[in-house]
Protein backbone atom coordinates (compact mmCIF):
# COMPACT_ATOMS: atom_id res chain seq x y z
CA UNK A 1 0.00 0.00 0.00
CA UNK A 2 2.61 3.08 0.54
CA UNK A 3 4.31 1.28 -2.17
CA UNK A 4 1.20 2.41 -4.67
CA UNK A 5 0.99 5.65 -2.29
CA UNK A 6 4.31 6.32 -3.39
CA UNK A 7 3.92 5.75 -6.74
CA UNK A 8 0.88 8.04 -6.68
CA UNK A 9 2.28 10.71 -5.19
CA UNK A 10 4.68 10.82 -7.79
CA UNK A 11 2.84 11.27 -10.67
CA UNK A 12 0.67 14.02 -8.59
CA UNK A 13 4.36 15.89 -9.08
CA UNK A 14 4.41 15.23 -12.32
CA UNK A 15 1.08 17.15 -13.14
CA UNK A 16 1.66 20.07 -10.65
CA UNK A 17 4.97 20.51 -13.26
CA UNK A 18 2.85 19.77 -16.32
CA UNK A 19 0.18 22.42 -14.84
CA UNK A 20 2.80 24.90 -14.32
CA UNK A 21 4.46 24.77 -17.65
CA UNK A 22 1.12 24.99 -19.51
CA UNK A 23 0.39 28.22 -17.72
CA UNK A 24 3.60 29.76 -18.59
CA UNK A 25 3.36 28.75 -21.80
CA UNK A 26 -0.61 29.98 -22.43
CA UNK A 27 1.16 33.48 -20.90
CA UNK A 28 3.68 33.57 -22.95
CA UNK A 29 1.65 33.16 -26.39
CA UNK A 30 -1.02 35.98 -24.70
CA UNK A 31 2.07 38.45 -24.41
CA UNK A 32 3.51 40.13 -26.99
CA UNK A 33 7.38 40.48 -25.95
CA UNK A 34 8.86 37.72 -27.80
CA UNK A 35 10.91 40.06 -29.85
CA UNK A 36 11.85 43.44 -28.55
CA UNK A 37 13.72 46.85 -29.59
CA UNK A 38 13.69 50.28 -28.82
CA UNK A 39 13.87 52.46 -31.53
CA UNK A 40 15.16 55.91 -31.01
CA UNK A 41 14.48 57.40 -34.03
CA UNK A 42 10.84 56.80 -33.13
CA UNK A 43 11.48 57.06 -29.26
CA UNK A 44 9.15 53.54 -28.51
CA UNK A 45 9.63 50.52 -27.19
CA UNK A 46 8.09 47.85 -29.69
CA UNK A 47 7.15 44.40 -28.94
CA UNK A 48 6.76 41.46 -31.23
CA UNK A 49 4.75 38.50 -30.47
CA UNK A 50 3.32 35.73 -32.56
CA UNK A 51 -0.50 37.50 -33.05
CA UNK A 52 0.20 40.96 -31.38
CA UNK A 53 2.89 43.50 -31.66
CA UNK A 54 2.78 46.47 -29.22
CA UNK A 55 4.25 50.11 -29.56
CA UNK A 56 4.81 52.11 -26.09
CA UNK A 57 4.59 55.76 -27.26
CA UNK A 58 6.46 58.58 -26.02
CA UNK A 59 3.49 60.41 -23.97
CA UNK A 60 3.11 56.50 -22.26
CA UNK A 61 0.10 55.48 -24.51
CA UNK A 62 0.49 51.90 -25.28
CA UNK A 63 -1.52 50.59 -28.54
CA UNK A 64 -1.30 47.16 -30.14
CA UNK A 65 -1.96 45.72 -33.68
CA UNK A 66 -2.96 42.11 -33.94
CA UNK A 67 -3.49 39.56 -36.78
CA UNK A 68 -4.95 35.72 -36.63
CA UNK A 69 -4.64 35.52 -40.96
CA UNK A 70 -2.71 37.27 -43.77
CA UNK A 71 -5.48 39.02 -44.63
CA UNK A 72 -5.87 41.04 -41.50
CA UNK A 73 -2.42 43.32 -41.78
CA UNK A 74 -0.23 42.59 -44.92
CA UNK A 75 3.12 44.23 -44.64
CA UNK A 76 3.51 44.86 -48.12
CA UNK A 77 0.03 46.31 -48.78
CA UNK A 78 -1.50 47.27 -45.58
CA UNK A 79 -0.95 51.27 -45.40
CA UNK A 80 -2.22 51.17 -41.97
CA UNK A 81 0.54 48.73 -41.20
CA UNK A 82 3.11 51.02 -42.51
CA UNK A 83 1.37 54.12 -40.69
CA UNK A 84 1.30 52.39 -37.74
CA UNK A 85 5.05 51.62 -37.82
CA UNK A 86 5.11 48.11 -36.54
CA UNK A 87 6.73 44.99 -36.84
CA UNK A 88 5.61 42.84 -39.65
CA UNK A 89 3.71 39.31 -39.60
CA UNK A 90 5.48 36.58 -40.83
CA UNK A 91 4.00 33.14 -42.06
CA UNK A 92 6.22 31.32 -39.78
CA UNK A 93 4.95 33.05 -36.67
CA UNK A 94 1.62 31.65 -37.07
CA UNK A 95 2.83 28.58 -37.82
CA UNK A 96 4.31 28.42 -34.68
CA UNK A 97 1.15 29.78 -33.25
CA UNK A 98 -0.63 26.99 -34.75
CA UNK A 99 1.65 24.53 -33.11
CA UNK A 100 2.00 26.26 -29.93
CA UNK A 101 -2.05 26.07 -29.49
CA UNK A 102 -2.26 22.60 -30.66
CA UNK A 103 0.55 21.68 -28.12
CA UNK A 104 -1.19 23.30 -25.57
CA UNK A 105 -4.59 21.34 -26.02
CA UNK A 106 -2.76 18.29 -26.19
CA UNK A 107 -1.61 18.92 -22.81
CA UNK A 108 -4.85 19.74 -21.52
CA UNK A 109 -6.18 16.31 -22.66
CA UNK A 110 -2.94 15.18 -20.84
CA UNK A 111 -4.55 16.57 -17.98
CA UNK A 112 -7.49 15.10 -18.48
CA UNK A 113 -6.03 11.30 -18.52
CA UNK A 114 -4.49 12.25 -15.08
CA UNK A 115 -7.92 12.43 -13.94
CA UNK A 116 -8.90 8.81 -14.84
CA UNK A 117 -6.01 7.69 -12.66
CA UNK A 118 -7.90 7.84 -10.14
CA UNK A 119 -10.12 4.99 -11.35
CA UNK A 120 -8.48 1.99 -10.48
CA UNK A 121 -8.91 -0.64 -13.50
CA UNK A 122 -7.36 1.87 -15.67
CA UNK A 123 -4.77 3.44 -13.67
CA UNK A 124 -2.27 1.75 -15.27
CA UNK A 125 -3.33 2.60 -18.47
CA UNK A 126 -4.09 6.39 -18.22
CA UNK A 127 -0.74 6.81 -16.44
CA UNK A 128 0.93 5.68 -19.83
CA UNK A 129 -1.44 7.78 -21.79
CA UNK A 130 -0.83 10.91 -19.81
CA UNK A 131 2.54 10.18 -20.36
CA UNK A 132 2.51 9.90 -24.27
CA UNK A 133 0.50 12.84 -24.47
CA UNK A 134 2.77 15.22 -22.12
CA UNK A 135 5.58 13.58 -24.33
CA UNK A 136 3.55 14.94 -27.59
CA UNK A 137 3.05 18.29 -25.91
CA UNK A 138 6.44 19.03 -24.50
CA UNK A 139 8.14 18.02 -27.87
CA UNK A 140 6.03 20.46 -29.75
CA UNK A 141 7.13 23.28 -27.40
CA UNK A 142 11.13 22.72 -27.20
CA UNK A 143 10.87 22.03 -30.90
CA UNK A 144 8.69 25.48 -31.34
CA UNK A 145 11.44 27.55 -29.15
CA UNK A 146 13.93 25.97 -30.87
CA UNK A 147 12.43 26.64 -34.53
CA UNK A 148 11.75 30.49 -33.33
CA UNK A 149 14.97 30.79 -31.94
CA UNK A 150 16.67 29.90 -35.56
CA UNK A 151 13.98 31.90 -37.31
CA UNK A 152 14.92 35.05 -35.10
CA UNK A 153 18.87 35.54 -35.84
CA UNK A 154 18.00 35.51 -38.99
CA UNK A 155 19.04 38.67 -41.11
CA UNK A 156 15.36 38.61 -42.82
CA UNK A 157 13.71 39.03 -38.89
CA UNK A 158 16.27 40.00 -36.69
CA UNK A 159 16.67 43.86 -37.65
CA UNK A 160 13.69 46.71 -37.67
CA UNK A 161 14.08 49.17 -40.01
CA UNK A 162 12.74 52.64 -39.52
CA UNK A 163 14.29 54.58 -42.23
CA UNK A 164 17.57 54.09 -44.42
CA UNK A 165 19.57 54.71 -40.83
CA UNK A 166 17.17 53.74 -38.62
CA UNK A 167 17.89 49.99 -38.47
CA UNK A 168 17.65 48.25 -34.58
CA UNK A 169 18.49 44.69 -33.76
CA UNK A 170 15.38 43.03 -31.92
CA UNK A 171 16.43 40.76 -28.87
CA UNK A 172 14.18 38.13 -27.18
CA UNK A 173 11.60 38.95 -25.11
CA UNK A 174 10.69 37.85 -21.79
CA UNK A 175 7.43 36.13 -23.50
CA UNK A 176 10.10 33.63 -25.46
CA UNK A 177 11.94 32.68 -21.89
CA UNK A 178 8.56 32.04 -20.13
CA UNK A 179 7.66 29.32 -23.22
CA UNK A 180 11.50 28.09 -22.89
CA UNK A 181 11.00 27.68 -18.95
CA UNK A 182 7.27 26.36 -19.41
CA UNK A 183 8.79 23.35 -22.11
CA UNK A 184 11.47 23.05 -19.54
CA UNK A 185 9.05 22.32 -17.09
CA UNK A 186 7.10 19.79 -19.71
CA UNK A 187 9.99 17.82 -19.62
CA UNK A 188 10.24 17.29 -16.27
CA UNK A 189 7.02 16.29 -15.39
CA UNK A 190 7.59 13.80 -18.58
CA UNK A 191 10.91 12.27 -16.76
CA UNK A 192 9.33 12.13 -14.23
CA UNK A 193 6.07 10.06 -15.18
CA UNK A 194 8.49 7.87 -16.89
CA UNK A 195 9.87 7.38 -13.83
CA UNK A 196 6.40 6.20 -12.13
CA UNK A 197 5.66 4.38 -15.17
CA UNK A 198 8.94 2.53 -14.48
CA UNK A 199 8.39 1.90 -10.70
CA UNK A 200 4.78 0.25 -11.46
CA UNK A 201 6.44 -2.22 -14.11
CA UNK A 202 8.54 -3.07 -11.65
CA UNK A 203 5.78 -3.20 -8.97
CA UNK A 204 3.96 -5.61 -10.78
CA UNK A 205 6.95 -8.06 -11.34
CA UNK A 206 7.39 -8.36 -7.78
CA UNK A 207 4.16 -8.50 -7.29
CA UNK A 208 3.83 -11.82 -9.75
CA UNK A 209 7.08 -12.77 -8.09
CA UNK A 210 5.59 -13.14 -4.81
CA UNK A 211 2.61 -14.66 -5.72
CA UNK A 212 4.29 -17.12 -7.36
CA UNK A 213 6.23 -17.65 -4.58
CA UNK A 214 3.59 -17.86 -2.63
CA UNK A 215 1.90 -20.22 -4.71
CA UNK A 216 4.85 -22.63 -5.00
CA UNK A 217 4.71 -22.53 -0.98
CA UNK A 218 1.20 -23.54 -0.83
CA UNK A 219 2.46 -26.52 -3.15
CA UNK A 220 5.04 -27.38 -1.14
CA UNK A 221 2.67 -27.49 1.80
CA UNK A 222 0.09 -29.67 -0.40
CA UNK A 223 3.37 -31.91 -1.17
CA UNK A 224 4.28 -32.42 2.14
CA UNK A 225 1.03 -33.11 3.47
CA UNK A 226 1.06 -36.01 0.81
CA UNK A 227 3.75 -37.58 2.07
CA UNK A 228 1.96 -39.42 5.00
CA UNK A 229 0.00 -41.21 2.15
CA UNK A 230 2.59 -41.27 -0.76
CA UNK A 231 5.58 -41.54 -1.97
CA UNK A 232 7.48 -41.30 -5.45
CA UNK A 233 8.13 -45.01 -6.96
CA UNK A 234 11.43 -44.46 -8.38
CA UNK A 235 11.11 -47.75 -10.74
CA UNK A 236 7.55 -46.82 -11.78
CA UNK A 237 7.90 -43.90 -12.21
CA UNK A 238 4.56 -42.64 -10.52
CA UNK A 239 2.85 -42.05 -6.62
CA UNK A 240 2.55 -45.16 -4.45
CA UNK A 241 0.55 -45.31 -1.43
CA UNK A 242 2.99 -46.67 1.41
CA UNK A 243 2.57 -49.02 4.26
CA UNK A 244 1.53 -47.39 7.46
CA UNK A 245 4.65 -46.44 9.50
CA UNK A 246 4.81 -45.15 13.18
CA UNK A 247 6.95 -41.98 14.26
CA UNK A 248 7.63 -41.38 9.84
CA UNK A 249 9.90 -44.80 10.35
CA UNK A 250 8.94 -47.52 7.82
CA UNK A 251 10.33 -50.34 10.41
CA UNK A 252 6.86 -51.55 11.08
CA UNK A 253 3.61 -52.61 8.95
CA UNK A 254 0.40 -52.56 9.36
CA UNK A 255 -0.58 -53.20 5.90
CA UNK A 256 -0.08 -56.10 3.22
CA UNK A 257 2.58 -58.22 3.70
CA UNK A 258 3.32 -58.37 0.33
CA UNK A 259 5.42 -55.64 0.45
CA UNK A 260 8.04 -57.66 2.24
CA UNK A 261 10.33 -58.41 -0.45
CA UNK A 262 9.12 -56.90 -3.26
CA UNK A 263 11.79 -55.60 -5.61
CA UNK A 264 10.09 -51.99 -6.05
CA UNK A 265 10.33 -51.31 -2.83
CA UNK A 266 13.76 -50.55 -0.69
CA UNK A 267 13.82 -49.04 2.96
CA UNK A 268 16.18 -46.45 2.23
CA UNK A 269 13.23 -44.51 -0.22
CA UNK A 270 11.03 -44.11 3.34
CA UNK A 271 14.13 -42.85 4.73
CA UNK A 272 13.68 -39.34 2.10
CA UNK A 273 10.20 -39.09 3.81
CA UNK A 274 9.86 -36.22 6.65
CA UNK A 275 9.23 -38.26 9.39
CA UNK A 276 5.85 -36.42 10.82
CA UNK A 277 3.17 -38.07 12.62
CA UNK A 278 0.08 -39.94 10.98
CA UNK A 279 -3.13 -40.56 11.78
CA UNK A 280 -4.13 -44.10 11.34
CA UNK A 281 -7.36 -44.67 9.81
Given at each position: MNRNNSCCSLLVVAVI?????????????????????????????????????????????YTCTYTFSESDYNFYTSAELVNFRTPPFYLWQRKLLYAILSAQFIGVIGLFAFCSTFYQPSAKKCAIFYTIIIGISTAIHLTSSVIFSVFSHMVEYRFFHVSVSGIYEKHKGYSYYL??????????????????????????QINNTNKYDR???????????????????????????????????????????????SQDFRMHDYDQVPRYHQQRY
Open positions: FAIIGLILCFIAIATPSWQVVYARELQQLIQSGLWINCQTRPSGMHLIGGILLLISLIISIIHIAIQFKNKNFSNCNNKNQLNEFQYYNNPIENRLQEPPQRYHGYADSFTGSGSWHG
